[in-house]
């Protein structure tokens, strides 16, 4: 088998194509969903996919650790490779934390924003809160600003590769 033909198996792909969709909606879209200053006021949407990351994230990573991904092409250096793995590891923490320190956030709503209590997920159930001991739910926002860095760095690494170096990277995770 050629390094072109190693890929990610199915479940890992459309669980990273799901996911990646969304958490770029959410990262680019999602503020929007709840400021009623820009005119628009959907915190259901945003709770509601929110609670799918988190959801599909935590199945996603289970099944990573069961599913160790194919060795990486052999033409990459150290520092791509250790650049590739923090990147990645740094979007796990940010697919598992961004949901939980938004339903920390969303603790102090009551002062900023009451309706934004009353958000169901799904119209199945009230966002669930999370006591916000420690203060995380003030990195959710800071978080949102690491996420867009990543996904900037993450695309422009895949097109690099695919473009440049040519060396099939994105076939790794492409469907087909
Ligand atoms: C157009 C958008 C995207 C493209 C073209 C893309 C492409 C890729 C490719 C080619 C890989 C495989 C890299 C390798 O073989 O090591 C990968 C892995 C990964 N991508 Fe993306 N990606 C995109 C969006 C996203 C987004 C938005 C996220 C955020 C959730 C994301 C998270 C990840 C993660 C965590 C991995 C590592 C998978 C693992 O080893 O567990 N990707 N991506």
Same mark, same amino acid.
């Given at each position: 088998?050629?390094?072109?033909?190693? &890929?990610?198996?199915?479940?890992? *792909? !459309?669980?990273?194509?799901? %996911?990646?969709?969304?958490? *770029?909606?959410?990262?680019?879209?999602? +503020?929007?969903? %709840?400021? &009623? =200053?820009?005119?628009?006021?959907?915190?259901?949407?945003?709770?509601?996919?929110? %609670?799918?990351?988190?959801?599909?994230? =935590?199945?996603?990573?289970?099944?990573?650790?069961m599913n160790p991904p194919p060795a990486l092409p052999?033409?990459?250096?150290? !520092? +791509?490779?250790?650049?590739?793995?923090?990147?990645?590891?740094?979007?796990?923490?940010?697919? %598992?934390?961004?949901?939980?320190?938004?339903?920390? $956030?969303?603790?102090?709503?009551?002062?900023?924003?009451? +309706?934004?209590?009353? @958000?169901?997920?799904?119209g199945l159930f009230n966002v669930p809160v999370l006591? $916000?001991?420690?203060?995380? #739910?003030?990195?959710?926002?800071?978080?949102?600003?690491?996420g867009k860095i990543l996904v900037i760095l993450h =695309? #422009?690494? @895949?097109?690099?590769?695919?473009?440049?170096?040519? $060396?099939?990277?994105? &076939? &790794?995770?492409?469907?087909?």
């Amino acid at each position: 088998m050629t390094e072109q033909n190693i &890929r990610y198996n199915t479940v890992a *792909i !459309w669980l990273h194509w799901i %996911i990646g969709l969304l958490m *770029i909606f959410m990262l680019f879209f999602g +503020e929007g969903l %709840i400021q &009623r =200053v820009q005119g628009t006021f959907y915190p259901s949407v945003h709770v509601s996919l929110g %609670i799918t990351i988190l959801v599909l994230s =935590v199945a996603r990573l289970a099944w990573r650790l069961m599913n160790p991904p194919p060795a990486l092409p052999t033409t990459m250096k150290p !520092w +791509e490779v250790t650049v590739s793995h923090i990147t990645h590891w740094a979007f796990y923490a940010l697919m %598992i934390g961004m949901p939980l320190t938004g339903m920390m $956030d969303i603790s102090h709503a009551a002062v900023r924003n009451a +309706e934004l209590l009353q @958000a169901s997920v799904f119209g199945l159930f009230n966002v669930p809160v999370l006591p $916000d001991l420690l203060g995380l #739910g003030q990195t959710h926002s800071l978080g949102a600003v690491a996420g867009k860095i990543l996904v900037i760095l993450h =695309v #422009g690494a @895949a097109l690099k590769h695919q473009l440049w170096n040519k $060396d099939g990277l994105l &076939r &790794r995770m492409s469907p087909h």
